[in-house]
């Protein structure tokens, strides 16, 4: 008799971007694993049924390539690069590319998915994917970066397209390899602004949309405070990275009058009780120098940062930084995760049990592929926006989608990562439903 096994012709469940599914938390799990996590939390509160709950909890399609790109010193070395689809139903599938010596397909398949679960909760209809090249950007010349960019490019261009699925910036990328992926796809399909967002605002990338992610942590760090009645002017603020997002959310939490008590980068951070003169350490960063050799701070390492006295804290780097061993001794009284899955599952455990409120990464860092939506916008129709409206009508959506996560979670009895998971899963699984998906 022919087994469900065979049907499927025995393929491994790990092979097709299944995690196993695990019911307690812990620090040991891998990101997929773990994002998996609050999924199968969310599908067990929701009562999803079971053809449902498979389809949400493994990705659509995966396509790995190898990247052989020439280096200055006439060698060539070999790549490994990922474009992950995620689930489609609400539209084409969009996401950003990394560029980082962790991305390997455990961590893009995390990352894949949670950008469903961010496009869900913040309301843009797009699906989630995302892709990743797993290198050191800062170890490649810029021409060695640009001919891994244009090679990379050409592999995925098969399965990416304005109305398919539309990358971005991420972790290692930016807007000049974002114009190199545009260009390189443009040699096949003529002018096609719209197959990327994150672009230079030269070549149609929108006004607004460098700073929108660290805009969109402020916020909703911003809605969250006032709820929990603290005033945000008092607040005083520490935020682990200073790249892109960390660099603005630390400027724009300042302009509106917080104070931002700690920065750090790879190298370590610095601390000022009283707050740090941003723009000093702007400067001082752009000697090429780490934060943590600024001399209007004093030295704290990447750990240390995490447990200062504070009343806001702001993973803005890499994953599972927040884990069991230190979650216990976070002194702020709110957590905004602008980085993309900072705390383990076991970790946000800790943290609720000690009240410590958690804003979660894909509700709190959904700014910037809410103005990568107004991008692509623009690009369709071939029209610009000025810069306040793309800042309006961000701060519309994120408000909007912050005052949901936090009604359902006051409704629900719920975590506010719960809630976004609850609302984001549901909307995912209405439009596989209506479409007849599955
Ligand atoms: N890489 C960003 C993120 O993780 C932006 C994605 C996009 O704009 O498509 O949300």
Redesign the pocket.
């Known amino acids: 008799m022919e087994t469900k096994d065979d049907v499927r012709g025995g393929t491994e469940a790990t092979e097709l971007g299944i995690s196993t599914r695990h019911t307690e938390p812990s620090d040991d799990m891998t990101p997929f694993e773990a994002a998996t996590f609050f999924f199968h939390r969310s599908a067990d509160r929701l009562e999803l049924r079971d053809e449902m709950r498979e389809v949400l909890a493994s990705t659509y399609r995966e396509l790995a390539v190898q990247v052989p790109v020439r280096m200055d010193d006439g060698r060539v070395v070999v790549f490994r690069g990922y474009r992950i689809q995620h689930n489609g139903a609400r539209g084409p599938y969009?996401?950003?590319i990394r560029y980082h010596e962790s991305a390997d397909l455990d961590e893009v398949r995390a990352?894949a998915a949670?950008?469903t679960w961010?496009n869900a909760v913040i309301d843009v209809p797009f699906g989630g994917a995302k892709g990743g090249v797993q290198c050191e950007p800062a170890l490649l010349s810029s021409a060695e970066l640009e001919r891994l960019t244009r090679r990379f490019t050409g592999m995925i261009a098969y399965i990416i397209g304005v109305n398919r699925d539309?990358?971005?910036?991420?972790m290692g990328t930016n807007a000049q390899v974002m114009a190199w992926m545009m260009d390189a796809y443009g040699h096949r399909a003529g002018h096609t602004p719209g197959i990327v967002?994150?672009k230079p605002v030269e070549l149609g990338g929108s006004p607004g949309r460098e700073e929108a992610?660290g805009r969109g942590v402020v916020i909703c760090g911003r809605e969250a405070a006032k709820r929990m009645d603290m005033t945000w002017s008092d607040c005083s603020i520490a935020i682990q990275g200073f790249g892109n997002v960390g660099y603005w959310t630390a400027a724009l939490a300042a302009e509106q009058g917080a104070k931002v008590v700690a920065v750090s980068d790879v190298a370590g951070g610095t601390y000022n009780k009283d707050g740090l003169d941003l723009e000093a350490l702007s400067r001082h960063q752009k000697q090429s120098l780490s934060v943590s050799e600024f001399d209007g701070g004093d030295k704290v390492s990447n750990e240390e940062l995490l447990e200062l006295e504070c009343d806001i804290l702001i993973p803005a780097a890499i994953h599972g930084v927040i884990h069991c061993k230190n979650a216990g001794r976070i002194k702020a009284k709110l957590v905004v995760e602008a980085a993309?899955g900072p705390t383990t599952p076991a970790a946000d455990e800790i943290l609720n049990d000690n009240g410590v409120t958690v804003l979660p990464d894909i509700l709190a860092?959904?700014g910037?592929?809410t103005v990568?939506y107004f991008e692509w916008v623009q690009n369709i129709q071939q029209f610009r926006w000025e810069a306040d409206q793309v800042n309006f009508e961000l701060k519309k959506k994120m408000s909007k989608a912050t005052n949901q996560v936090f009604s359902r979670a006051e409704q629900g009895g719920l975590t506010l990562r719960d809630a976004a998971f609850d609302i984001a899963v549901q909307r995912v699984a209405h439009a596989a439903e209506v479409r007849g998906y599955i």
Do not use: E
């Not at 539309?166 to 991420?170: E, L, R, V």
């Open positions: 969009k996401g950003g990352l949670l950008m961010k539309i990358p971005a910036p991420d967002t994150g992610t993309n860092n959904a910037g592929v990568s």
